[in-house]
């Protein structure tokens, strides 16, 4: 799908926003053009480097006439303030999660679901399917348009004081969530305390006690020093976080043809490189989480069904409350019975 949309781009609809990162005739071939590239997570992670990959890519490929900026942690401000700054035309690139972004896109809260998704593996194949353009297609006339599918992974817990294995265990706790609505009402209807804070907030917050744990990926828990008051980690894998590579749908526009397909192409390579960067990655961080002196738990098969089985009750609840016909074709897709049985 990315592919052809540089055939089916407007080159005529270049709003004025969408100038300030290019000359004033729209960004021809003969132009310096600039990309802002803004992102929430911290430099040196696996998405950082392959956002670098892309801006090489793109440099190059245009010889040197376009140049892709990054900025990482949050210098940009946060993903809510980033996704609208790039809509406004302010600044031209960003990726946020898919949680975020559904407060953009209400289509994309099928992806707020628990334990859609069994692995990596499975997820690529749905998200790069017809299934997962067309989800993609529905930011079209946001003034966003989607590049494709960025990945920040399986998201677990850390815990300051103690390991959970049951979701018996999470009764009470107070748990830092994402600003999403439906993760927050996942953590409620298993008895925990759910406790929506911005990410700069968060490490203090660990180490004063205001949260008892916080869920992320292993990644960011780790280079956000997350892992130093919260050193129980347990992998829960409860949902897959998918980000999406957003650029300014009247930037895009603006540029030439061939300069379009230059930023189409890098943005394909691109996903492919972080997906290669994120095989094993997990791994290495448990390794050097556990070398520091954090702990962390596998699930037995029986206790990650008993997780499996406890989101049951919310997928009775809040299936009514998104697209429940693209929810039933994620699952499809996904191989996953057990909800589909629930829900349909």
């Known amino acids: 799908m990315r592919r052809k949309l540089a055939v089916g781009l407007s080159l005529g609809l270049v709003a004025s926003l969408g100038l300030t990162a290019c000359s004033a005739d729209g960004g021809g071939d003969g132009d310096s053009i600039t990309i802002q590239f803004g992102n929430v997570i911290s430099p040196g992670d696996t998405q950082n480097v392959a956002y670098e990959m892309f801006a090489e890519l793109v440099n190059e490929r245009s010889d040197g006439r376009i140049t892709v900026e990054i900025y990482p942690d949050s210098q940009l401000g946060g993903e809510n303030e980033m996704i609208e700054a790039v809509q406004a035309g302010q600044i031209q690139m960003t990726a946020p999660s898919v949680g975020v972004l559904a407060n953009f896109d209400d289509s994309l809260t099928v992806f707020d679901f628990p334990f859609i998704f069994e692995d990596a593996e499975t997820a690529y194949q749905v998200l790069d399917s017809e299934l997962g353009d067309d ?7 946001s003034g966003l348009q989607a590049l494709g599918w960025g990945e920040n992974g399986f998201r677990n817990l850390a815990m300051t004081s103690g390991s959970v294995t049951s979701p018996s265990e999470m009764q009470g706790v ?3 969530t994402m600003e999403v609505p439906l993760h927050i009402a996942f953590w409620e209807s298993i008895g925990a305390a759910p406790t929506p804070m911005a990410f700069p907030e968060v490490y203090t917050a660990l180490q004063q006690g205001v949260v ?7 990644e960011l828990l780790h280079s956000a020093n997350f892992t130093e008051p919260a050193n129980y980690l347990t992998e829960l894998r409860w949902i897959y976080d998918p980000e999406i590579i957003l650029i300014s749908e009247s930037f895009l526009s603006g540029l030439s043809e061939e300069d379009q397909q230059i930023i189409l192409d890098a943005s394909d390579e691109m996903i492919e490189y972080l997906r290669e960067l994120k095989v094993g990655v997990s791994d290495e961080i448990r390794e050097e989480i556990e070398a520091a002196g954090g702990t962390i738990t596998d699930l037995t098969d029986a206790e990650r069904q008993e ?12 299936a009514d409350s998104v697209d429940t016909e693209t929810l039933i074709a994620l699952l499809e897709a996904a191989g996953n019975d057990t909800y589909l049985d629930v829900i349909q």
């Open 307 to 318: 997780w499996i089985d406890a989101a049951i009750p919310f997928y009775e609840q809040y």
């Open 212 to 218: 008892d744990g916080v869920e992320n990926p292993y």
């Open 174 to 176: 107070k748990l830092r």
């Open 135 to 141: 989800i993609l297609a529905g930011l079209e006339g």
